[in-house]
């Protein structure tokens, strides 16, 4: 096992193996400044730099980008001749923690937005995108994770109530990503890098200009690279039948789709404290030997791994007998009580251990997200095997309330553990609390500031009733956030504010709401992004298609109905009866149902996202979607609408030889030549790849001519390409097309892929 120290803690591997299969069924951080966390140390130490609010490079940069790509020199491998050297400004933006979020598996990005204007205008303008690319490294080498964004606007300065200044102002760019695993084990320390860059999305794949694009440095922005942990994975029952060398072939055809069912492990709950002491303190303790700690493992004060004990007995109204009990039982295995009440009662904040860096706010999902770093390799409680301990983080806001008051607006937290392979960097940790700041809501002509605080707390949850206590281990971190804009109608009549993931300011509809009347041609914007994730989709207008997700703010203890209609076919009003999935603040899934036409609104914390429909579409047709709206007492409060095209056709792709005939054989030199055919058509076409494969083979794949395009070829035959075979293998080969479309796929992604079509030949 992966533990510092020889204890057990699960029962024989063989005997729950078997028991499985019959179940079935450190180098401390410096103390941060107010609201200025850095949380890596890759991060740059140089203060920011003083630019004047108005700089001729920010007002100018997608007209002098358009010009020459390479204006500010960040494209290594570019022939265009730099006009204006710069790199990695953070006078603007910075990001300033890295972390992740074990329960959602999402990389959180926390930066600051510093300045009162450079962002594109205020809240009522368009403002502009904060991107922030995240590659992972778990030790061969970096690979991308994907690309995240934020909507940033010209922000007013001045101070707040206590005096403070407004900015910077703090936001969280979120990434769930799908990790690697393991058993508990065998940690999973994989390095994270994030990019930020206003306004470009870092590039994801090599070319000429950008030969090693994890290395690309933005011209506005920064880089900022952290250490995570991923959770352990569980066991299945295909881990069980391997363990004990048994074909899942021998288990009844019924039985097959449990080979990916997690087996449930029951939680071992905490180390006692006689474990902890012979874990940490080694020979000290009696009836321990030398051997049993760890060499490498830093001895951990009693007073750390005993802080349950030793709480419990300081707390108001405790039992003098247990306490008395609980001495005892420190005094038979060597431990000094006296000296272990007496270090913690001088304790007041320390962050040895752990410290809070950043938080922030992700005003698209509407969560608040700490980070916090774990430095040392024990003084957790336990290995990743174990129950481990808890580092606990309460949020309080305060968005204008009078008296300047801060009040509590959650408390979450994570597990963490001894991980003896920790880094020198330590080990970053994101904490998530979704929160339902609808009430502090205001119209885009109304900015609104808050101030948040969060505070964290080792093992021991801190107050919820005041916010400037702090606990034996841990710190605190004052930040201000944008509070959200407010959407038309939200919280007293029908809002929808997404359809299909991407918000309806970014859909070509409009609606009169006397005549009931909508126009345009229901396509996204250019450029548009997925409203909760900040991804772009596409330069270009997409369309919609597969599952369209209706999001929409509730009216607390009112009812609405979703209605959608062909208007390419002319056909009436269907009322959408199926049931919505919801996911509730703490991450779990339910179905929300009509009762007859109508669902009942739900809270955000029921309903996270605020889901009102599922719409499951087949056609490639222009249609309108209708909400009305009760209040509790089912009277009307008026209705929304808005037109979305529908595309639900993948592309055609085709492709052949021309020189020889398909499928011929060919010399090692040859070119080879042939037409290829991808056409969208619904005339929505995103792009499409050529490639050679295998690829595997000494001497490449040729040079293919073209490898893609974003424009689609000319009907069949198509249009040219070739192939030089000089340098391969004599193998058999194919080379294949594929074409994806422009379509928004199920709210969440872009494109419907065509087949995979290929030509094969072989060469002598």
């Known amino acids: 096992m992966g533990s510092v120290v020889a204890v057990s803690v699960l029962p024989d591997l063989t005997y729950f193996l078997r028991f499985s299969l019959l179940y079935l069924g450190v180098a401390p951080l410096p103390r941060l400044s107010w609201g200025r966390p850095i949380m890596s140390e890759s991060a740059s130490a140089a203060e920011p730099v003083t630019r004047p609010v108005s700089s001729p490079h920010r007002e100018n940069f997608n007209q002098l980008l358009a010009l020459n790509p390479n204006y500010f020199g960040n494209l290594a491998g570019s022939t265009l001749t730099p006009v204006a050297t710069l790199s990695t400004d953070t006078a603007y933006e910075q990001l300033t923690c890295v972390g992740y979020n074990l329960d959602r598996k999402a990389l959180e990005a926390a930066f600051e937005v510093k300045l009162a204007s450079g962002y594109g205008g205020g809240l009522c303008s368009d403002g502009s995108w904060e991107y922030v690319r995240f590659w992972l490294d778990y030790g061969s080498g970096w690979q991308d994770a994907g690309v995240t964004g934020v909507n940033v606007h010209d922000l007013p300065g001045g101070v707040d109530c206590l005096g403070a200044q407004q900015l910077p102002v703090s936001y969280v760019a979120t990434l769930t990503i799908d990790?690697?695993?393991?058993?508990?084990?065998?940690?999973?320390?994989?390095?994270?890098?994030?990019?930020?860059?206003?306004?470009?999305?870092?590039?994801?794949?090599?070319?000429a200009a950008v030969p090693v694009p994890a290395d690309w440095l933005p011209v506005f922005g920064n880089v900022l690279e952290s250490t995570i942990q991923i959770a352990p994975r569980p066991f299945f029952l295909s881990d069980v039948l391997s363990e004990l060398e048994i074909s899942p072939a021998k288990l009844p055809i019924d039985m097959q789709a449990a080979l990916q069912v997690p087996i449930p492990v029951p939680d071992p709950g905490p180390l006692d404290v006689t474990t902890l002491a012979h874990l940490y303190a080694g020979a000290g303790v009696a009836g321990t030997t030398a051997e049993v700690a760890a060499p490498s493992a830093q001895t951990v004060p009693a007073h750390r791994f005993g802080l349950a004990d030793l709480t419990a007995a300081t707390r108001h109204g405790a039992d003098p007998l247990a306490t008395l009990t609980t001495l005892e039982s420190w005094t038979s295995i060597g431990l000094d009580w006296t000296s272990a009440i007496t270090a913690l009662s001088v304790l007041d904040a320390d962050v040895t251990y752990e410290?809070?860096?950043?938080?922030?706010?992700?005003?698209?999902?509407?969560r608040l997200v700490a980070t916090l770093r774990i430095k040392r390799a024990n003084g957790y409680s336990g290995d990743l095997c174990t129950h481990g301990s808890t580092e606990y983080v309460a949020f309080w806001g305060d968005f204008g309330s009078k008296g300047c008051t801060l009040s509590y607006l959650g408390t979450a937290a994570v597990q963490v553990h001894d991980i003896a392979s920790i880094p020198a960097g330590g080990l970053t940790y994101a904490v998530v609390l979704p929160v339902d700041l609808s009430a502090f809501e205001r119209p885009c002509d109304q900015p609104l500031i808050g101030r948040v605080r969060a505070v964290l707390s080792w093992n021991t949850?801190?107050?919820?009733?005041?916010?400037?206590?702090?606990?034996?281990?841990?710190?605190?971190?004052?930040?201000?956030?944008?509070?959200?804009?407010?959407?038309?109608?939200?919280?007293?009549?029908?809002?929808?504010?997404?359809?299909?993931?991407?918000?309806?300011?970014?859909?070509?509809?409009?609606?009169?709401?006397?005549?009931?009347?909508?126009?345009?041609?229901?396509?996204?914007?250019?450029?548009?992004?997925?409203?909760?994730?900040?991804?772009?989709?596409?330069?270009?207008?997409?369309?919609?298609?597969?599952?369209?997700?209706?999001?929409?703010?509730?009216?607390?203890?009112?009812?609405?109905?979703?209605?959608?209609?062909?208007l390419t076919e002319g056909t009436g009003w269907t009322t959408l009866v199926n049931g919505v999935t919801v996911v509730d603040s703490g991450g779990v899934l339910h179905t929300n149902m009509p009762v007859g036409e109508y669902y009942a609104y739900l809270d955000h914390s029921n309903n996270e996202l605020a889901a009102l429909a599922d719409w499951f579409t087949t056609t490639d047709d222009l249609w309108e979607i209708k909400l009305d709206a009760r209040d509790a007492a089912s009277n009307p409060l008026g209705e929304v609408r808005y037109r979305i095209q529908l595309d639900n056709t993948a592309p055609n792709v085709d492709i052949h030889i021309d020189s020889g005939g398909d499928c011929k054989k060919f010399l090692v030199g040859e070119t080879i030549s042939g037409h290829v055919v991808a056409i969208d058509p619904n005339n929505h076409f995103g792009s499409y790849v050529l490639g050679v494969l295998p690829n595997t083979l000494p001497g490449g794949t040729g040079v293919l001519t073209p490898t893609s395009s974003t424009v689609q070829t000319a009907p069949a035959p198509g249009d040219p390409w070739t192939l030089d075979t000089t340098g391969m293998s004599a193998c058999a080969y194919v080379v294949y097309v594929q074409a994806r479309d422009r379509t928004i796929v199920s709210s969440s992604t872009v494109g419907w892929y065509s087949p995979l079509r290929a030509v094969g030949f072989s060469l002598d």
């Open 179 to 207: 990790p690697t695993t393991s058993f508990c084990d065998f940690p999973v320390l994989p390095r994270v890098r994030a990019i930020l860059s206003w306004n470009v999305v870092p590039p994801d794949a090599p070319s």
């Open 355 to 366: 410290e809070l860096g950043c938080v922030g706010l992700d005003i698209a999902q509407s």
């Open 461 to 566: 949850p801190p107050s919820t009733v005041d916010p400037n206590a702090l606990t034996y281990w841990g710190n605190r971190v004052d930040v201000h956030v944008q509070a959200p804009v407010e959407s038309p109608n939200a919280g007293t009549g029908p809002n929808i504010f997404a359809i299909g993931g991407i918000g309806v300011a970014s859909i070509d509809s409009s609606y009169n709401p006397v005549t009931h009347a909508t126009s345009g041609g229901g396509l996204t914007t250019p450029g548009a992004h997925f409203a909760l994730t900040g991804a772009l989709t596409d330069v270009r207008a997409c369309p919609f298609g597969g599952e369209v997700v209706v999001n929409g703010e509730p009216v607390l203890g009112g009812s609405y109905r979703v209605q959608v209609r062909n």
